[in-house]
Every structure is written in structure tokens, then in C-alpha cells.
């Protein structure tokens, strides 16, 4: 698979083969080619920025496949971090596309990391956007799991 980035270095980043594997004790979970910072983009940020500016706010996920399913469900402003960990690349990017008065919802995994990734992301983020944390049904284990009624639900607001 190809996943199309854009980045402020370059037009367009295409990320080759990148996605979740299973592991084998002390492997990376994501496979991504010799070069690519993950760190220094948002997944989806070209075409959620719009809509994202429109809207006044940005759904934020640890992983690319939750913004594949809210992208089916017609949902535009959703980017991934690729990870549990927001950066300070990421956290000026999201501050650049929303302005102080944008708001991120973030909604990520109900697993350990995802969670205190969470809280981490609302501790940085708090002092420069509006943050709403979403804390996932506990029979979720992704928020990709979740059924149309709950996505929509979040959504909403």
C-alpha cells in the first residue's frame, strides 16, 4: 500500500509499505522506510485542513486505519500521529492549522499507551487549543472498533 503524505519540506512524502505488523519481542511496530520521521508529520493533514479550519477543530487518532474508518463514515477533520506520542513537530502543526481557538479531540487506543498518550497530548496541548479526551467503551480496543451509532456520537460532540 501507498499512503500519501504532505509534509512543509516537501510536496508529497509516499510512504511505502508502512503499517502495523506483528511483532516479535523488542520489533517495531510500524514498518516505514529508511528516512521517513513520523514525528515531523500528521497522516491525513492535507486533506483534513480544510475542512479542519472549517469546522474549527481536528480529531486526532494514534493510528491511520481509525482515520480510514472516520474518513468512510464522512468524517473530513481527522489526522493520526501514527503512535501514542504527540511531538512538538505534530503539536505546531495542529496549532498552525486551528489557530488559538480550535479545538482537538483526541481519540485514541483504550489500551495503556493509548491512554496516557492521551492525557500527555491534553497536558501540552491545553495551554494553546481547546482539548477534548475521549475515553472509549471498555469493550473497544481501538476506535476503529466502534459501531456507527458511538462514531457518530463522538462526532457530534
Request: glycine letters at 8%; proline letters at 4%.
Amino acid at each position: 500500500m501507498l499512503f500519501p503524505f504532505t509534509t512543509r519540506v516537501a510536496t508529497w512524502w509516499l510512504m511505502p509499505g508502512a503499517g502495523s505488523v506483528r511483532r516479535q519481542r523488542g520489533e517495531r511496530k510500524y514498518k516505514l522506510p529508511m528516512g521517513f520521521v513520523k514525528t515531523a508529520v500528521l497522516l491525513n493533514l492535507n486533506r483534513a485542513k480544510e475542512p479542519a479550519r472549517g469546522k474549527g477543530e481536528l480529531i486526532v487518532t494514534e493510528g491511520y486505519f481509525t482515520v480510514f474508518k472516520l474518513f468512510q463514515y464522512g468524517v473530513e477533520n481527522a489526522v493520526a500521529l501514527m503512535g501514542a506520542h504527540l511531538s512538538e513537530q505534530q503539536k505546531e502543526l495542529l496549532v498552525e492549522t486551528l489557530g488559538p481557538q480550535g479545538r482537538v479531540v483526541l481519540l485514541f487506543d483504550n489500551d495503556d499507551a493509548g491512554q496516557a498518550g492521551s492525557a500527555k497530548a491534553a497536558e501540552e496541548l491545553i495551554n494553546q487549543l481547546f482539548v477534548k479526551v475521549v475515553k472509549l467503551p471498555e469493550r473497544v480496543a481501538q476506535p476503529d472498533e466502534l459501531t456507527d451509532e458511538e462514531l457518530q456520537r463522538i462526532v457530534a460532540g
